[in-house]
């Protein structure tokens, strides 16, 4: 299918715009202007590769507990695919309008339930559509954030753990303007809201209580030792990197966390700091301090690093969550969707690093759409696995935590996925897309 060297640069499209975490990059990922919809019938034209299953949208909301207008919103070419939309109005595009829109957003859906302790929120660019394969096998998705209450207000904690990130969604990374170094961010539009099947309310409260202590040693632990920062190589999870197994790196980040460890540098990018903090939450501080060397027995992790793709039953592969939503469709418009995941358009709204890697490795797409056209017919197992196989070497045959792994696991069905999608929390700049969603909301939602 692939050459190994060409598998190298598909995994690396697939993983290296895992988080937005550099304000040059995230500055230049596309304008969120006029991300809503010109028709009447929608609130976001949104491409069914940035979707979810209907049938996957299970997990209950509580309407009457918030003021925001829910609209259930077809994908544009798969009725049985789209989004649970929670429309906010943000008066307008100021960042103080947008901050304001983001903070009281996160207190109201904090306090009726919808985020919550340990919950996982995805940056989704709707502008990214119709630009290239690689941000479509991605969902949409750049950054991942992981969500934490107070007093009943949710907030989000992320790496980079900087003020340019952490705060009630109101951080420049979401609402637009200068950040730290100076760069206008662009701000996020929209965010997905997944939520683990294994946190209960006792987990919800370990979290709330390991979050407590990062923050208040962050200057130490980050300051002046530099040990949970950055890191951009979304090619190398920590496992990986050290030659640690998953249990020990979260063990790991919480020796680091009570400030135990105060030595071991343990990099993190976006998603893999909240897969390990969520798998961290099953454990008390007792059970980290006398963890032994091969880690606390007492860390869950929401799920297992996810391999490239898979043809086991009941997985699902980091790279297969459009497939997902391909599924649904008839089985005569299957090709012709695959096509569209994969067809260059208008690369314009990719940053300029994105755009020459997603050039770059271009080429490299058959062999991914050779497998989905594969498992999209029906063909069997043993005839993929000799692909699946291929292109799982192309990242030495380890499983990561990506964004995009998030979202993917939350398409399986209710009775195999480990994480549930919530909704997608818009934010419409005025009246009369506002009074849009209301009027919408009115038509039944899942």
């Known amino acids: 299918m692939l050459r190994n060297a060409s598998l190298l640069g598909l995994a690396s499209l697939l993983l ?62 798969v009725e049985e695919a789209g989004l649970r939309v929670i429309a906010v109005n943000q008066n307008g595009t100021s960042v103080a309008n947008r901050r304001a829109a983001r903070i009281d957003m996160a207190k109201k859906l904090g306090k009726a339930g919808v985020l919550q302790d340990g919950d996982i929120t995805l940056s989704l660019r709707p502008n990214l559509a119709g630009t290239m394969p690689y941000p479509h096998i991605q969902m949409g998705v750049t950054h991942a954030s992981l969500v934490y209450t107070q007093n009943g207000e949710a907030f989000n904690i992320d790496s980079p753990l900087d003020s340019d990130h952490v705060g009630q969604f109101s951080a420049p990374f979401f609402v637009g303007g200068p950040a730290s170094n100076g760069v206008n961010e662009p701000g996020v539009d929209a965010i997905q809201i997944i939520r683990p099947r294994n946190m209960t309310d006792a987990r919800r409260a370990q979290l709330r209580t390991w979050v407590g202590a990062l923050k208040a040693g962050i200057n130490r632990i980050n300051g002046q030792r530099a040990q949970v920062k950055f890191q951009k190589d979304y090619m190398a999870p920590r496992f990986a990197a050290t030659g640690m197994t998953p249990k020990q790196t979260v063990t790991k980040l919480g020796q680091i966390i009570l400030e135990q460890d105060k030595t071991t540098k343990l990099p993190m990018y976006c998603s893999e700091f909240a897969w390990h903090m969520n798998a961290l939450s099953a454990c008390s501080a007792e059970e980290i301090e006398n963890a032994g060397p091969e880690g606390a027995d007492c860390v869950d992790p929401v799920f297992d690093p996810m391999p490239l793709v898979t043809t086991e039953e009941g997985q699902i592969g980091l790279a297969e969550g459009p497939l997902s939503n391909v599924l649904v469709a008839p089985a005569a418009d299957r090709a012709k969707l695959i096509g569209q995941i994969f067809a260059p358009g208008d690369p314009g709204a990719l940053s300029s690093g994105h755009r020459a890697v997603a050039e770059q490795v271009a080429p490299l797409m058959n062999g991914l759409s050779q497998f989905y056209m594969g498992k999209a017919s029906g063909a069997p197992a043993d005839l993929l696995a000799a692909g699946g196989a291929q292109l799982n070497a192309g990242v030495g045959n380890v499983g990561n935590y990506s964004p995009t792994a998030f979202i993917a696991n939350a398409t399986l069905p209710a009775g195999v996925r480990q994480l549930d999608y919530v909704a997608t929390v818009v934010f419409v700049d005025g009246a009369a897309d506002y009074a849009k969603a209301q009027r919408l909301a009115q038509n039944p939602v899942p």
């Open 16 to 77: 290296v715009a895992g988080c937005a975490a550099e304000t040059d990059e995230t500055s230049a990922e596309g304008s969120e202007e006029a991300i809503t919809s010109a028709s009447q019938d929608k609130v976001l034209d949104v491409p069914f590769y940035f979707s979810v299953p209907k049938s996957a949208i299970t997990t209950p909301l509580n309407r009457s507990a918030y003021p925001y207008p829910t609209v259930w919103n077809p994908s544009t070419e």
